[in-house]
């Protein structure tokens, strides 16, 4: 899989041109060079790296973070790279404890709902 052009590229790693472009400006991805008779073509690492972009944000890390993350993959700080998964693994599990609270209160007024005939129905009346 070599010498792809950017459709090529975006549809290896699951993404549109437009995406691609983002990244390249974000300075996440390299644009390649160009050449007259050739034109823009990209490679395998290319499609690696953007697949390792895509992977990083699936678990929540930002677009500065992946940059971050990209720096550290070649001076191998692993003390760093581990903060950075421990700091993701908190607001993770912040964000589950907010989704658990909000499921159980959407799980007592669908019961209360179901439960109660008589006003006005308890899961429109909560959001008001």
């Known amino acids: 899989m070599s010498a792809l052009r950017i459709s090529d590229l975006a549809r290896a790693g699951g993404v549109g041109v ?19 008779a050739a034109g823009r073509h990209y490679g395998n690492d290319d ?8 992977r990083a944000q699936a678990a929540g890390f930002t677009l500065v973070e992946i940059a971050e993350l990209i720096a550290l ?7 760093r ?28 007024l669908a019961k209360d709902c179901a439960m109660d005939r008589a006003g006005p129905c308890p899961i429109l009346a909560a959001f008001d």
Request: charged content about 40%; proline content about 3%.
């Open 81 to 108: 790279a581990r903060a950075m998964a421990q700091e993701r693994i908190a607001a993770l599990d912040v964000e589950i404890a907010r989704l658990e609270e909000a499921r159980r209160s959407l799980a007592k």
């Open 47 to 54: 499609v690696k790296r953007l697949r390792y972009i895509r």
């Open 73 to 79: 993959d070649h001076t191998d700080d692993r003390p």
């Open 18 to 36: 437009e995406t691609v472009r983002f990244y390249q400006r974000k300075g996440l991805l390299d644009a390649p060079s160009s050449t007259a």
